[in-house]
DNA sequence: GTTGACCTTCACGTTGCGTCAAGCTGTACC
DNA sequence: GGTACAGCTTGACGCAACGTGAAGGTCAAC
């Protein structure tokens, strides 16, 4: 597939002026110009500019860029390696400041205290990850192994209480959702109550909720037979039953 | 506490030089001026530039924020209400692109085909959210739908191909667990690709899907015996080898 | 053959600062 | 009291990564 810089731009969500000061700066010549002096681009550039757009995702500098892609020695395989990990890891970013504004908000209602260092911290953050981009991994291996010990805090080292706690929410959730079916409506409040029990219940295990991932989840319940027959086994339909309450509890309603 | 430049700028992590240029643009004063002409900022701007920040990093101009805090009607805690949800859609965004990533690794494996289109579907996603902040909220909310759209036609409209795939993943892990199960080692080859067939059977159901949520799924199906119970059914120990399997795909391996 | 959407090359404008330069201020130590 | 030195001030120019015309050639369609 041959592409002029319109179709490439349109392709990309780029603009064509940006595709024309890519060839003047030599970031991404095109594969031919045709007779009449038009800039054509071929497969091979059409990847080339994915790993640009990768690059400049995560902020570095074109003329950084220039020198990545152009040099001999250049892996692309490997380079796609990195970007996944350096995405990871701005996401964790993206989480701390998430973790920030939550907690702004917790403190404006009055529920905590924030010294005026919190209040910056994940800006304070995200630049030591810029720095780290432009100066090495040394110190990303430090902060990837905290990551993981984190992630693995959660499960590992849960209290007794903690546990005591799942057990109780699973209970109050079948008890809950055994109600809820009678009702036969999923969006009713008892029905609710199972969902956000379920919710909570989940949070235990999950390091990222999100409704969508939850919402999946509960479709999975009636997919799967293996889950099915678990939520069916007192109750056939209980397990629909509650994907419809979650799916309305996560405002993933159908059409 | 009082600050002056220097001090507030290595609070916030930015330069003495940004801090004046928000001055000079009028969109940061600093609550009064000394007798030496040094410029002294108090508690209000603190929090104001906290709220100034947030406004950068979502990717506004100067010129945008200065017309939203400066205007009468600006509440700062609706505000911080709306940088949470910008960033969960931030975090999306992100998700997308990482999505696209392990996707373009697969195809460089061969195990996947991608359409030049497919290459740039993160970023696409990305300029529309951009355009989005700039021009208001009529269009998120058609955007939005979609995305409920998307998320329910994920599941809901299944090709019998995808459901045959399902099944057939399913069932493939099954197999693969009761090999893997027989070597006893979670780290051996057949064994991680249990863990990969499973991830791929969670990918069909998950929108979003992270190392993370997938190790925690790993621990739920050994803490909670409803689905214990299920792995166990064949040959006792199998969820935990499964977790454990898991935990070492994900990189979550214990300290 | 002419409309209209595409392409080209200048070339200047814009945003959000970085980076001197030249000079005043504040404290600390001798 | 002198002087060193870090920190403050106001210009003013520089820079990256494009946006935005202007002036003109190209191409498919009617």
């Known amino acids: 597939m041959e592409y002029t810089v319109q179709k490439l731009g349109q392709l990309a969500g ?3 002026r940006t595709l024309r000061y890519y060839d003047e700066i030599g ?7 045709n007779s ?5 681009y071929g497969q091979a550039e059409v990847n080339t500019l994915q790993q640009i757009l990768f690059y400049r995702e995560l902020g570095l500098s074109l003329e950084s860029i220039r020198e990545i892609i152009t040099d001999p020695g250049f892996d692309g395989t490997r380079a796609l390696q990195e970007h996944r990990e350096q995405l990871l890891d701005k996401r964790k970013q993206l989480d701390l400041l998430i973790a920030n504004v939550e907690k702004t908000i917790a403190s404006t209602e009055g529920r905590l205290h924030m010294s005026d260092q919190e209040k910056f911290e994940g800006f304070k953050q995200k630049m030591i990850e810029e720095n780290e981009q432009k100066y090495g991994k040394e110190i990303r291996e430090k902060y990837g192994d905290d990551a993981v010990n984190k992630s693995n805090a959660k499960v590992q080292n849960m209290t007794p209480e903690q546990h005591a706690e799942i057990t109780r929410l699973s209970e109050e959730l079948a008890d809950t959702l055994a109600q809820a079916f009678q009702t036969g409506d999923p969006a009713s409040d008892l029905a609710q ?5 379920h919710k909570r219940w ?6 990222d909720y ?3 991932a939850h919402a999946g989840l509960a479709q999975m319940y009636v997919d799967d037979e293996r889950f099915t027959a678990h939520y069916d086994a007192k109750q056939p339909g209980t397990a629909a039953f509650l994907r419809d309450a979650i799916h309305i509890y996560t405002g993933k309603t159908k059409a």
């Not at 989940?202 to 390091?207: G, K």
């Open 14 to 16: 780029i603009s064509t």
């Open 27 to 33: 970031i991404l010549k095109p594969a031919r110009i």
């Open 36 to 40: 009449s002096g038009y800039r054509i």
């Open 193 to 197: 109550k199972a969902a956000d029990l």
């Open 202 to 207: 989940l949070m235990f295990y999950w390091t």
């Open 210 to 212: 999100s409704p969508e």
